[in-house]
T-cell receptor, first 112, second 112 residues
Framework: ELKVEQNPLFLSMQEGKNYTIYCNYS?????LYWYRQDPGKSLESLFVLLSNGAVKQEGRLMASLDTKARLSTLHITAAVHDLSATYFC????????????WGAGTKLIIKP | EPEVTQTPSHQVTQMGQEVILRCVPISNHLYFYWYRQILGQKVEFLVSFYNNEISEKSEIFDDQFSVERPDGSNFTLKIRSTKLEDSAMYFC??????????FGSGTRLTVV
């Protein structure tokens, strides 16, 4: 059974600081997704990582994928209050294309 | 930007009643999905649908659940006899290819 573990599950930080959210998964997959969810809202796609070594950046967020270590990271640089949200990683079951297995989410609070 | 549209945004139903949740995927997308998120918990895969049939379903998607694409544009999730534990946010998603999911804004189902 594929397991996806995120840590930390909760993170409170000050504006301007850097931090990293980790996503480990337990079986082979070369597709990993990062989503953002604001309270009561839908799931907003942030990054799609499709191969080993993939790195993508958008603004203050950067995501990377190491398929050999079965690890993805979401790095936040110089955090701002607007980045407060819950961040989920999700893994495509290898070879399936049909379902995503989700981490529990990291609730990020950035204090002004 | 194209959107996945879900209706209703909130549905309250009595235990044992049937509910139908509706979704209009993006028009040129080929793959369709339902996920659910119990309040404060992780997102869970329910079912995927491609080429007018179910591709994959989870253990949650038991005989009480069914999906249909009745008219080439709508994609529905039916729960035949709702239980209290079916209360959740239900998200529809679609994708054109084997990655790049777009999620709808969700239907909050409350079973009383």
């Amino acid at each position: 059974e594929l397991k996806v573990e995120q840590n930390p599950l909760f993170l409170s930080m000050q504006e301007g600081k850097n931090y990293t959210i980790y996503c480990n998964y337990s079986t082979t997959s070369d597709r990993l997704y990062w989503y953002r969810q604001d309270p009561g809202k839908s799931l907003e796609s942030l990054f799609v990582l499709l191969s080993n070594g993939a790195v993508k950046q958008e603004g203050r967020l950067m995501a990377s994928l190491d398929t050999k270590a079965r690890l993805s990271t979401l790095h936040i640089t110089a955090a701002v209050h607007d980045l407060s949200a819950t961040y989920f990683c999700a893994v495509d079951v290898s070879g399936s294309n049909y379902q995503l297995i989700w981490g529990a989410g990291t609730k990020l609070i950035i204090k002004p | 930007e194209p959107e996945v549209t879900q209706t209703p945004s909130h549905q309250v139903t009595q235990m044992g009643q049937e509910v139908i949740l509706r979704c209009v995927p993006i028009s040129n997308h080929l793959y369709f999905y339902w996920y659910r998120q119990i309040l404060g918990q992780k997102v869970e895969f329910l079912v995927s649908f491609y080429n007018n049939e179910i591709s994959e379903k989870s253990e949650i998607f038991d005989d009480q659940f069914s999906v249909e694409r009745p008219d080439g544009s709508n994609f529905t999730l039916k729960i035949r006899s709702t239980k209290l534990e079916d209360s959740a946010m239900y998200f529809c998603a679609s994708s054109r290819n084997t990655y790049g999911y777009t999620f709808g804004s969700g239907t909050r189902l409350t079973v009383v």
